[in-house]
C-alpha cells in the first residue's frame, strides 16, 4: 500500500509531505495507482519550483518521497505555493477515493510552526 502523510502547520498550511510503499495494483510498469501518485506529487513538486522558484527539500528513494517547504518565504510565494500543494492533495484523495485499498491519505499537524 502507498501511504501519504501530508503534514499541516497549526494554522492549516501544507509544510511537507511524505509518500511511502508501493500499491500493488498491478505488476510493476504497469501500475495505474503507483503511476497516478508519482505524476501528481512529483508534478506538483516541479510545479512548485517552476512558478514560485522555491526549491523544496527532497529525499527520495524507492518507493518513498518526501518534501519539505521552505520556512520563511514571502506571503505572496507561499500563497501560490498552497494552492499547487492543495491541488496535489485533492489530486491523491481522488486516487484514494477510487484505489483505497492500495492509497491511504493522512492529514496531521506538524508540532512545531
Not at 508534478?43 to 529525499?59: D, F, K, L, M, Y
Not at 524507492?62 to 520563511?72: K, Q, S, T
Request: net charge negative.
Amino acid at each position: 500500500m502507498i501511504n501519504i502523510t501530508i503534514y499541516r502547520t497549526e494554522s492549516g498550511t501544507i509544510q511537507s509531505f511524505k509518500i511511502s510503499g508501493h500499491a500493488f495494483f498491478a505488476n510493476r510498469g504497469q501500475d495505474i495507482v503507483c503511476a497516478g501518485a508519482s505524476a501528481v506529487s512529483v508534478g506538483a513538486i516541479n510545479a512548485v519550483h517552476a512558478i514560485t522558484g522555491i526549491t523544496p527539500e527532497i529525499e527520495q528513494g524507492d518507493g518513498f518521497l518526501r518534501c519539505v517547504i521552505p520556512e520563511n518565504i514571502p506571503e505572496v510565494i507561499n500563497e501560490k505555493v498552497q494552492l499547487l500543494l492543495e491541488g496535489m492533495a485533492v489530486s491523491l484523495r481522488t486516487i484514494e477515493e477510487e484505489y483505497g485499498e492500495h492509497i491511504k491519505i493522512t492529514f496531521k499537524k506538524q508540532e512545531v510552526e
